[in-house]
């Protein structure tokens, strides 16, 4: 696999594609349920959004990334453990929105404090951003 960036921490990010249309797919219906009021996707739009964003190759406005952790860490591991997003990229104000998922069999393991950290070091130093905004729901 090809991966974009690597963290200090272990972790990695390669960009989403098609083939993890269904464990996003999982991921958002699941993460939402309860907690937003949207409509649940389906296989095809998550597809085609997924091909949307792809894309979006200069200055692209919307980033998904799958994060693994680099298998020469102590916490090892060969398969995606979150998902990193930034939307809304606006590359003349160096802003975006961010947001992160970890899946379910990952959570409350201390996976996520590592996904934001490497991903917030992803935004500013390797995209050049000065800001990033995040909704962050308060039950979490």
């Known amino acids: 696999m090809i ?3 690597t963290n200090e921490n272990g972790v990695m990010f390669r960009k989403a594609d098609t083939g993890n249309a269904q464990i996003l797919l999982d991921l958002k219906n699941e993460s939402h ?6 409509t649940l996707a389906n296989y095809t739009s ?9 894309h979006e190759t200069h200055c692209p406005r919307n980033l998904v990334l799958m994060a693994a952790l680099d298998q ?3 916490y090892a591991v060969d398969f995606d453990f979150g998902v990193l997003k930034l939307f809304h990229i606006d590359w003349q104000s160096r802003r975006a929105e961010i947001g992160w998922d ?8 201390g996976y996520g404090k590592k996904l934001v950290k490497a ?3 992803f935004a500013f130093h390797m995209l050049n951003l000065h ?3 995040a909704q962050i729901l308060v039950t979490n």
């Open 131 to 133: 800001r990033l905004e």
């Open 3 to 5: 991966y974009l960036y």
């Open 102 to 109: 970890v899946f379910k069999d990952f959570r409350q393991k």
């Open 72 to 74: 020469t860490t102590q």
């Open 33 to 38: 349920f309860g907690t937003h009021t949207l």
């Open 119 to 121: 991903g917030v070091d």
């Open 46 to 54: 998550q597809v085609a959004w997924l091909e949307s964003i792809s």
